[in-house]
């Protein structure tokens, strides 16, 4: 599976508590990231550039945190565990495998490791790629230097590859106790629970039985699934969607807001371009259209209708 970089995914059966996200699969976080919790997963860890952890991080397998991060807690891995240069751990390492550790890493309470412990002092893989394409100007390669370039444009796509269940978070978001930010789209996954509130600049979607225990704002579209709870307001420069028995504790505003007659709202509606009023059934019907035009598989609806 691929994920899109420009979305924060939640995966199904995330539970953020007071102190840990507690989830399922990879985690990777992008660069320059902020997260006010500790990460708890059976899967791999991924942390980028210049992140600050304030938790703890845990996790049954690999563990790799680079350059100039910092994690506020205790390190926990079943696996092995990579640290880049200048790498700064509040509390304690402990691992099940090897450790290999960049220059100027700090472990202020200390570390257990079963494994080979390698300590670098590397040459940034930039200044490699510098120095070889020098000497290749220097040769008059410059065919080569187009084609080196070319590859490495390439790899920086707008998707990665990574496991079939796994959260992530883009580049240079915020994800607080009481308030996160995330410069691009929100997509949370079945049964999950959410604690803040989100100021999100893209699109919004939240799958069914998934509760946000703050205010949404989102600068595009939000949609709510089947049985979801917001505990606050949603906030809307797009449109609107609630689905079947979705609850939504405060305010409604945005462009135009679509709620499902079964849904409940508590609190006042505004909407630029008016409300409407659907039946479960027309809702359905809509779905069905959607995924005809997107030519999806109808496997899985042919499997419940001969059940």
């Known amino acids: 599976m691929s994920f899109d970089r420009k979305t924060l995914v939640i995966p199904d059966q995330t539970k953020f508590e007071e102190h840990t996200i507690v989830t399922s699969g990879d985690v990777v976080i992008g660069d320059r990231c902020l997260i006010n919790f500790g990460i708890k997963t059976n899967g791999r860890i991924f942390i980028g550039e210049h992140v600050i952890i304030d938790g703890n991080l845990e996790s049954n397998n690999d563990i790799r945190v680079d350059i100039f991060s910092t994690v ?19 509390g304690k390492l402990s691992l099940d495998g090897d450790l290999d550790v960049g220059d100027s890493v700090e472990i202020e ?13 590397p040459i940034p893989i930039v200044i490699y790629i510098f120095i070889y394409l ?18 490495i444009e390439e790899n920086e796509g707008d998707t990665i590859p990574i496991s079939e269940t796994f959260l992530f978070i883009p580049n240079n978001s915020i994800i607080g106790i009481q308030k996160s930010r ?5 997509r949370v ?4 629970r959410l604690l803040g509130n989100y100021d999100v600049k893209g699109n919004v979607f939240i799958e069914n039985n998934s509760i946000i225990h703050g205010t949404l704002k989102s600068l595009g579209d939000v949609f709510c699934d089947k049985k979801t709870t917001i505990q606050g307001n949603i906030n809307s420069n797009g449109d609107v969607k609630i689905e079947d028995k979705a609850v939504v504790a ?9 709620l499902a007659k079964t849904s409940t709202v508590n609190g006042e509606l505004f909407a630029k371009n008016g409300i409407s009023f659907m039946a479960p059934s027309k809702l359905k019907t809509e779905e069905k259209v959607k995924r005809f035009e997107a030519d999806a598989d109808i496997v899985e609806e042919v499997g419940h209708m001969l059940e």
């Open 189 to 192: 996954g079945k049964r999950s």
């Open 72 to 90: 506020g807690g205790d390190v926990k891995s079943g696996g092995n565990v990579y640290f880049g240069e200048k790498v700064n751990v509040k």
């Open 250 to 258: 405060g305010n409604i505003s945005g462009n135009k807001i679509y």
């Open 182 to 186: 995330i410069d691009y789209n929100l």
């Open 134 to 151: 020098l000497q290749l100007l220097k040769m008059g390669h410059s065919e080569e230097i187009d084609r080196i370039l070319e590859e």
């Open 109 to 121: 309470k200390g570390f257990e490791a079963k494994g080979w412990i390698n300590i670098r002092s």
